[in-house]
């Protein structure tokens, strides 16, 4: 099954920026349309952003808007998630899968190890 690694996580100031990236794990052909997730402790897992297979179009929830960047690079099959000005309330583990449409972030991937980020001073 297939399965994507995460990379990039850290710990940050608030305000601060980290780059996150999206790869598989082994080799595939195929381009799929990719959700980053994120978890904090205690709270259930939630999407955050999604990238088309193409890279046309990218969607973010309300609270990542203006903050967040989804990217990809077909030609290095990499998946990236700029995250600029950050705050606390981002502390969490993020996670990155193939999902099944633009439109629907159903994950049909399994589940990496995940990059945790950190937003603490």
């Known amino acids: 099954q297939l399965q994507l690694v995460e990379s990039g996580g850290g710990l940050v100031q608030p305000g601060g920026s980290l780059r996150l990236s999206c790869a598989p794990s082994?080799?595939?052909?195929?381009?799929?349309?990719i959700g980053w997730f994120r978890q904090a402790p205690g709270k259930e897992r939630e999407g955050v952003s999604c990238i088309s297979s193409s890279g046309a179009r990218t969607k973010y929830v309300d609270s990542v808007k203006g903050r967040f960047t989804i990217s990809r690079d077909n030609a290095k099959n990499t998946v990236y998630l700029q995250m600029n000005s950050l705050k606390p309330e981002d502390t969490a583990i993020y996670y990155c899968a193939a999902v099944m449409s633009y439109d629907n972030w159903y994950p049909i991937s399994s589940w990496g190890q995940g990059a945790q980020v950190t937003v603490s001073s």
């Open positions: 082994g080799f595939t052909r195929d381009y799929y349309a």
